[in-house]
């Protein structure tokens, strides 16, 4: 497990972390979410012994590493952009920790090849980085930091320099290989889909703070306040209340509470129908409905329809202050 205790970060007189803890469960992929300037890189490599906190504490598996040297944490890390050895072969690149710790020459071998096939390169051991794709590139940087087999994976935006469907493809399969090798991994991220796709534990940071920690379902079912639920996901307003626009569904008739609303316009979206909505009180609501549902009101602009809350109550919060809008 990763701890950490109250740990607060100024670079001048602005403050990058402001007494943040956190805590990161052995073998779990944690991600730290959040928008550009929120942190997540400064708390990233402050546990990694980058950067070093004004005050507080960081322990690994119990050991307080707070003044300890990155090269004594047992971390591998990757970043967006990775520094290749340009002169090395892949094969070099990936064994160049172990080449400096001294391990003998068979051993890395066998270890580089056990790697190279982990993360899809064994045909490509003698190949310069100049000769491999932006994608292989950053799967010979995740090999590489897991040579020296650490205790912890930090990956700061690793696939943030690639085109999206790369990038969609190496989510994938980092979280196939970390469900191979298990180690805790900690990665910086400010894409929700990111996040709620292959972490199991999300951290979501905001202005030098966390806001909260939880798995994907609990942070989208169960926001703490508006900016996590505005940063997992699209939000409706209807008066002071939030909900996702798939939790508002559209009536043919008056029903019960049902507002009553008129359609301003209805885009189609593949499988999600968008429709836009103006309420009695000049209000306008996005919902967000399947095409199904959709083409059985036969829906458009101009028509009127009812409007209900639906979907898990606790989902939906009341609007506090103007957080939500930091968002949007
Ligand atoms: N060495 C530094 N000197 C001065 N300010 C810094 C330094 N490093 C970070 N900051 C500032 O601290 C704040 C937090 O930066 P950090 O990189 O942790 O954010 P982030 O959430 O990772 O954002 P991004 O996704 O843009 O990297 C930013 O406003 C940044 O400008």
């Not at 169960?222 to 307003?237: E, H, I, T, W, Y």
């Not at 549902?293 to 209900?308: K, P, R």
């Amino acid at each position: 497990m990763i701890t950490v205790s109250n740990v607060s970060k100024r670079f001048g007189d602005f403050t990058a972390l402001d007494d943040v803890s956190i805590e990161v469960p052995d073998g779990s992929l944690t991600a730290l979410l959040g928008p550009s300037g929120s942190g997540k890189s400064t708390l990233l490599r402050i546990i990694g012994g980058l950067e070093f906190a004004d005050s507080g504490t960081v322990t690994i598996h119990g050991d307080d590493v707070t003044g300890v040297v990155p090269q004594k944490r047992g971390i591998g890390f990757v970043f967006q952009h990775y520094a290749a050895f340009k002169h090395m072969t892949v094969h070099d690149n990936v064994g160049f920790g172990l080449k400096i710790r001294k391990t003998p020459k068979e051993r890395i071998d066998d270890r580089v090849n056990e790697l190279l096939k982990i993360v899809g390169l064994a045909g490509f051991a003698k190949r310069y980085p100049s000769q491999l794709s932006g994608g292989q590139r950053q799967r010979m940087a995740l090999a590489r930091a897991l040579a020296v087999e650490p205790r912890v994976l930090l990956l700061d935006e690793p696939f943030g320099a690639l085109d999206a469907k790369v990038r969609a493809e190496l989510r994938e399969w980092l979280r196939r290989l970390h469900e191979e090798v298990h180690v805790t991994t900690l990665l910086v991220t400010h894409d929700q889909e990111e996040a709620l796709s292959i972490a199991d534990n999300i951290a979501v940071m905001d202005n030098a703070r966390i806001e909260q920690v939880g798995g994907p379902r609990e942070l989208y079912d169960r926001p703490a306040n508006s900016f996590v639920m505005g940063f997992l996901g699209p939000v409706a307003q209807v008066d002071d209340t939030l909900v996702r626009p798939h939790d508002i569904s559209l009536l043919a008739q008056p029903d019960g509470d049902a507002r009553e609303a008129q359609v301003t316009r209805v885009s189609h979206l593949g499988f999600e129908v968008r429709v836009e909505l103006q309420l009695g009180d000049g209000q306008t609501v996005f919902a967000q409905l399947t095409r199904t549902e959709a083409a059985q009101l036969e829906l458009g602009a101009g028509d009127i329809v009812w409007l209900a809350l639906t979907g898990d109550r606790d989902a939906r919060l009341v609007r506090e202050d103007d957080r939500l809008d930091a968002v949007a």
